[in-house]
């Protein structure tokens, strides 16, 4: 099964500040087809998880553009580029390139 | 809008049964894959099962192969869960979400329901 490592599991962040998460795969996440299934979640407390971005890098529907995701192969960081209150939460990396799909631990943002 | 509601979650003795329901609505259901998500209680997220948008293929995690299988109704807009020989670590909020596959040519899950909580406890 691939891993899914994040990092930070806390991030304390200022309002209006950049945030920055890692994730790592503990092998490639390259499919076959040459796409990289990686995709970033974010949950708020009680709420189901939301999808942010998809393939690496592609912002889902309604997604401000203040989330980019970036990497490739085994290396992925998702970046908030000014952290707003509504941001706070869990967010969680997820490969659907090989079957189990899998997800990272989560990374707890919180404001200062 | 894409609308995904769990249903039949509950309190359960290990060794029982439980069937999970998710009706879908705001899509063409036929037409896409889905997913079965858990997540225990204050931990992460763990993915459960997958189906193919025909039923035909189908996935499990490890830790629930042999006990859970997944089936879709595509003429009731419908997937579930059947749970079996249930454990006290099978405690979890059930997710399902839709796999948007079809459209994009990428599997990643755009859309969730709020979750059905099963609890296993004697």
């Known amino acids: 099964d691939i891993v899914m490592t994040q990092t930070p599991l806390s991030s304390p962040v200022t309002l209006g500040q950049p945030a920055s998460i890692s994730c790592r795969s503990s092998?490639?996440?390259?499919?076959?087809?040459?796409?990289?299934?990686l995709s970033w979640l974010h949950q708020r407390p009680g709420q189901p998880p939301r999808l942010l971005i998809y393939k690496i890098s592609t912002r889902f529907s309604g997604v401000p553009d203040r989330f980019s995701g970036s990497g490739a192969g085994t290396d992925f960081t998702l970046k908030i580029s000014r952290v707003e209150a509504e941001d706070v939460g869990v967010y969680y990396c997820?490969?659907?390139?090989?079957?189990?799909?899998?997800f990272g631990q989560g990374t707890k943002l919180e404001i200062k | 809008q894409v609308q995904l509601a769990e249903s039949g979650g509950g309190v359960v003795q290990p060794g029982r049964s439980l069937r999970l329901s998710c009706a879908a609505s705001g899509f063409t259901f036929s037409n896409y894959g889905m997913q079965w998500v858990r997540q225990a209680p204050g931990k992460g997220l763990e993915w459960v099962a997958a189906?193919?948008?025909?039923?035909?293929?189908?996935h499990y995690a490890d830790s629930v192969k042999g006990r859970f299988t997944t089936s879709r109704d595509n003429s009731k807009n419908t997937v579930y869960l059947q749970m079996n020989s249930l454990r006290v670590e099978d405690t979890a909020m059930y997710y399902c979400a839709k796999d948007d596959y079809y459209s994009s040519g990428s599997p990643h899950f755009d859309h969730w329901g709020q979750g059905t909580l099963v609890t296993v406890s004697s």
């Open positions: 189906i193919r948008f025909d039923g035909r293929d189908k």
């Open positions: 997820m490969q659907a390139t090989q079957f189990p799909y899998t």
């Open positions: 092998q490639s996440l390259v499919h076959s087809d040459g796409d990289t299934f």
